[in-house]
């Protein structure tokens, strides 16, 4: 059995749907996509699957560059912004969570982290259902086999909240 981890099997996610081809247009486009998404979000499960969903593209772009191989100066720079970048959206967007999870359910930073830790893995599942198929502008298409993975999601996010809704009823 191989290595089970997030951060590899969007590795291996991307090593299967493009041979870790990087297009830094199409990686800058799909992380802006979702930090809008997560902006325009109105439920908690469109938030917290955007958030995974840019988790999940700044993964696949980090491990893109680094099968690069060794880079040029151009490259460099560009991931330096797009890390630099990727990092301050993730923490906005964590903190937005964090900020909602403990006015809601008094849940603290390491429970929101284990929460964002198994959205990330339903959003990994749902990726692996996706076609193999990409559209004009190099993104893989969703195709017939995807399914929303936004249930789901609603059923973690209950499990993690459960303990806290039960105890604020209590006091």
């Known amino acids: 059995m191989g290595i089970e981890s997030n951060i590899k099997e969007i590795a291996d996610w991307n090593v299967a749907r493009n041979n870790l081809n990087l297009d830094t247009t199409l990686e800058e486009e799909m992380l802006s996509e979702e930090f809008n998404e997560f902006i325009m979000a109105e439920t908690l499960e469109s938030m917290v699957d955007a958030y995974a969903d840019f988790t999940y593209v700044l993964e696949g772009s980090r491990v893109k560059y680094l099968a690069e191989g060794v880079p040029n100066v151009e490259l460099v720079a560009w991931w330096k912004r797009l890390e630099e970048w990727g990092a301050e959206c993730n923490s906005y967007m964590f903190q937005v969570l964090l900020e909602h ?71």
């Not at 076609?131 to 399914?147: E, I």
Request: hydrophobic content about 30%; aromatic content about 6%; glycine content about 4%.
């Open 101 to 171: 999870c403990f006015k809601t359910w008094g849940m603290d930073e390491d429970q929101v982290e284990h929460l964002m830790s198994d959205v990330l893995h339903v959003v990994i599942e749902a990726n692996k259902a996706k076609s193999h198929d990409k559209d004009r502008y190099g993104k893989v298409v969703k195709g017939d086999k995807w399914v929303d993975p936004e249930l789901t999601l609603s059923e973690v996010i209950n499990a993690h909240t459960a303990e806290h809704t039960k105890n604020k009823k209590t006091h």
